[in-house]
């Protein structure tokens, strides 16, 4: 029998975004496959009746849920969906050891576990079930649309290939075996380093405020959101990153090998400003390369819009199209 582990979750109202009048909120916890368990805010429309269409939400990479995925949970709750915002495995409240690891595998699964969660779930209607991915989880949920066929649409949003940017660097200024070998021979000298010494380090998260002038933009779009208006003290982007060695598989295990068979609906919205442009074209063309699905596949393209406006602004956000978009689920 699956038993999910006792976390210790803040009740407390800790969101770095308004809560609403219209919807209710609680904690709720579930247990993936490998035994790890879950938190995760849901959010319900108040005086909602019957089974309701229902969403999973998680991003960006290295957030948590008390971040956007949350906002963007609320926000899709207030429009009439059941939705859970949760944090990934080994982060956030959720459990997991050793923390701040990541894994292409596990990671996936947490998004499998979340559907498994809503297929359960008294509220939720199990035959209309979509996810949210958002930057970094953006190919996760590719990934787990391809695997999991009771997903019956997937938004992702201002995404990122992990696996890609691990291999290759950013913009694949790094694609080349000798560069890719210089950094896993650095990586596992660190785990023989770092086993004797029985401790992980921490890779350090975003740059500290004010960022310097001679830093790419996006360095300093990253800082002012998760340093400034939306810092958070359980966040990794926040405060001191990821695990050193915590997404080194990434660099050997591609996620999106199948996703021109994706059956469900797939819209994935970015902005054309965005450092992370390349990673959502390349992962619509993709998609739609040798498909024969491809008619429920649609790429927003938001004019202006550089990447954390995808994160936070309400003005940027199209939750009018992610509203039809799950309403036809």
Not at 71 to 76: C, K, V
């Amino acid at each position: 029998m699956m038993k999910t582990a006792d976390l210790k979750l803040t009740q407390d109202w800790d969101k770095t975004f308004p809560k609403s009048d219209k919807t209710d909120h609680r904690k709720v916890t579930f247990i993936n496959r490998y035994g790890i368990t879950l938190a995760a805010d849901m959010y319900i429309p108040k005086n909602a009746e019957g089974k309701l269409p229902a969403i999973a939400v998680c991003g960006p990479f290295g957030a948590v849920k008390e971040q956007c995925s949350g906002l963007y949970a609320q926000t899709m709750a207030e429009r009439g969906f059941l939705t859970i915002a949760f944090d990934p495995s080994f982060t956030g409240e959720s459990g997991g050891e050793p923390r701040y690891m990541a894994s292409p595998d596990i990671n996936t699964e947490d998004f499998q576990a979340a559907v498994d969660f809503l297929s359960n779930c008294d509220k939720a209607d199990p035959e209309r079930i979509g996810i949210i991915g958002i930057c970094g989880w953006g190919g996760m949920a590719l990934n787990v649309a391809a695997l999991d066929t009771r997903i019956k649409a997937t938004v992702v949003s201002t995404m990122y290939d992990m696996t890609r940017v691990n291999a290759n660097g950013y913009f694949d200024s790094e694609d080349s075996e000798e560069q890719r070998f210089k950094k896993k021979t650095a990586l596992n000298d660190l785990r023989t380093a770092e086993y004797a010494k029985g401790e992980y380090s921490r890779g350090g998260g975003c740059v500290e405020l004010p960022v310097p002038e001679d830093m790419p933009f996006f360095v300093k779009d990253y800082s002012e959101y998760y340093k400034d208006r939306a810092y958070h003290e359980r966040s990794l982007n926040s405060n001191e990153g990821w695990n050193t060695i915590g997404c080194l598989s990434f660099m050997n295990q591609p996620i999106l090998k199948y996703s021109n068979e994706i059956r469900s609906s797939v819209l994935i919205i970015h902005g054309d400003k965005a450092h992370s442009f390349y990673f959502g074209k390349d992962a619509y063309a993709n998609m739609t390369k040798d498909s024969k699905y491809t008619e429920n596949k649609e790429l927003m393209v938001i004019e202006g819009a550089v990447h954390t406006d995808l994160y936070d602004n309400l003005d940027v956000i199209p939750f009018d199209k992610m509203e039809s978009f799950f309403s036809a689920m």
